[in-house]
């Protein structure tokens, strides 16, 4: 079965500064899907990125971009010029291409921004 | 567009009970996922329904079910409630449940205790 494992419970970032939350997984598959989501205080889960695992290209969003690394399984989170209102967990998660299994989450990490 | 909403958003009810949550996906999304989020296990995957049919299941006793209308909207029920059942209760919802266009959408949630 597929696993998703963030090793960091929690990290704290300066505002402005640049923060990296990690995430690997494990999977037999080579077709599928990475997320970072987001759950801030009002518990809404809103996703951050997406990586499909046969693109090469790191995914960007704004201020945010991912690290993947297909042959290791890794998928970092990378916030730059980090803000307030970035404070909240951060899930990270998996599915594979063929929707045959569910979205698989971490334990999330939470973000702590300080001012 | 709307996104996804789940209702109600607070529900207080007592062991033994029953409770019925809904949840409307985004207009033309046909793929609905529930999860369970608690502080000890985290997210845990329920059920997810594409097109009135159960497509995967999590690892949830019988008392907890689902199912989808013809209009894409879903619920889900939890019978002879106890108190490990209080949780947050998250809908996520998908224009498919394979693919490319596999990309969940979260409503704000319901949040559950059960007295």
């Known amino acids: 079965a597929q696993t998703v494992t963030q090793s960091q419970p929690e990290m704290s970032v300066q505002e402005a500064e640049t923060v990296t939350l990690s995430c690997t997984y494990d999977?037999?598959?080579?077709?599928?899907?990475l997320f970072w989501y987001k759950q801030p205080p009002s518990r809404q889960m809103i996703l951050v990125i997406r990586?499909?695992?046969?693109?090469?290209q790191n995914a960007t969003e704004n201020r945010f971009s991912v690290n993947f690394q297909k042959a290791a399984k890794s998928f970092s989170l990378k916030i730059s010029d980090s803000q307030l209102g970035d404070a909240a967990m951060y899930f990270c998660a998996y599915r594979d291409y063929s929707g045959n299994t569910p979205l698989v989450f971490g334990k999330g990490t939470r973000l702590s921004v300080i001012a | 567009k709307a996104g996804v909403t789940q209702t109600p958003r607070y529900l207080i009810k007592t062991r033994g009970q029953q409770v019925t949550l809904s949840c409307s996906p985004i207009s033309g999304h046909r793929s609905v996922s529930w999860y369970q989020q608690t502080p000890g296990q985290g997210l845990q995957f329920l059920f997810e329904?594409?097109?009135?049919?159960?497509?995967n299941k999590g690892n949830f006793p019988g008392r907890f079910s689902g199912r989808q209308f013809s209009n894409s909207r879903s619920e889900m029920n939890v019978s002879t409630l106890e108190l490990g059942d209080s949780a947050l209760y998250l809908c996520?919802?998908?224009?498919?449940?394979?693919?490319?266009?596999?990309?969940?959408?979260f409503g704000p949630g319901t949040r559950l205790l059960v007295l």
């Open positions: 999977t037999s598959e080579s077709d599928y899907y």
């Open positions: 990586q499909e695992a046969y693109k090469q």
């Open positions: 329904y594409f097109s009135e049919t159960q497509r």
């Open positions: 996520a919802s998908s224009l498919r449940s394979s693919g490319d266009v596999y990309t969940q959408y």
